[in-house]
């Protein structure tokens, strides 16, 4: 079973205040993923990462920024919030460690408001 | 653009009363449709993988079948803690090997 954390895991800030969101996983898995889900979208990737440094855009990626500087630390950034972007956020891993078998393991969720 | 729509959005069955919950899709390329389990406040649950029509998947009183357009959850003689939201969500060849496109959900609730 895979060790995702997520912190903060509930979270209210004003519009225009920076916000990180930190995932972190004990079992070196390779792949880790963003996504946001919010009523009557489903959930949406914003981000993903396939190794330290290496990372790329999801389909909603616009005001978020990410960094993986160690395998195990995936963290989500808002550089300035908005009401749009409160959401529920979730990290995921890719259970099949050095291949994507597209079988995702989810976090318990970050609750972000922006007011 | 990789879709998909569940059906229906909200489900209620008495204890026992087997039915069966939908997700349409269409995507270019099919690498995976996927159903997981969300229970409230919780993340969703990794649940069946399916590949190509015709396969299915069973786990306990649950079981997934997919055609070229469609997949299917049957639950058979549910509980009580069945109840959950079942996303659906297809991965397909245009975004890179990445991106999963989920539904909605169905909202299920089963009554003692």
């Known amino acids: 079973d895979a060790g995702i954390t997520q912190s903060p895991r509930h979270k209210v800030t004003e519009t225009g205040t920076p916000v990180t969101l930190r995932c972190h996983q004990t079992?070196?898995?390779?792949?880790m993923y963003w996504y946001r889900q919010d009523p009557g979208h489903g959930l949406r990737l914003i981000h993903y990462s396939y190794g330290v440094k290496d990372t790329d855009k999801g389909e909603v990626s616009d005001g978020y920024s990410v960094s993986r500087s160690k395998t195990e630390d995936f963290l989500l950034t808002l550089e300035s919030a908005t009401s749009s972007q409160t959401s529920v956020y979730f990290c995921?891993?890719?259970?099949?460690?050095?291949?994507?078998?597209?079988?995702?393991?989810f976090g318990e969720g970050s609750r972000l408001t922006v007011l | 653009e990789d879709q998909v729509t569940q059906s229906p959005e909200a489900l209620r069955l008495q204890e026992g009363e087997s039915s069966s919950l939908n997700c349409s899709y269409t995507?270019?390329?099919?690498?995976?449709l996927f159903w997981y389990r969300q229970d409230p406040g919780k993340g969703p649950e990794f649940l069946f993988t399916l590949y190509s029509a015709g396969e299915e998947k069973e786990k306990e009183r649950l079981k997934a079948t997919l055609t070229k357009k469609e997949s299917f959850l049957h639950i058979t003689a549910p509980k009580p803690e069945d109840s959950a939201t079942y996303l659906c969500a297809v991965r397909g060849s245009n975004f890179g090997n990445e991106k999963l496109t989920f539904g909605t959900g169905t909202r299920l609730t089963i009554i003692p």
């Open positions: 995921a891993i890719n259970e099949g460690r050095g291949s994507n078998t597209g079988e995702l393991f």
């Open positions: 995507v270019s390329g099919l690498r995976g």
């Open positions: 079992e070196n898995h390779r792949y």
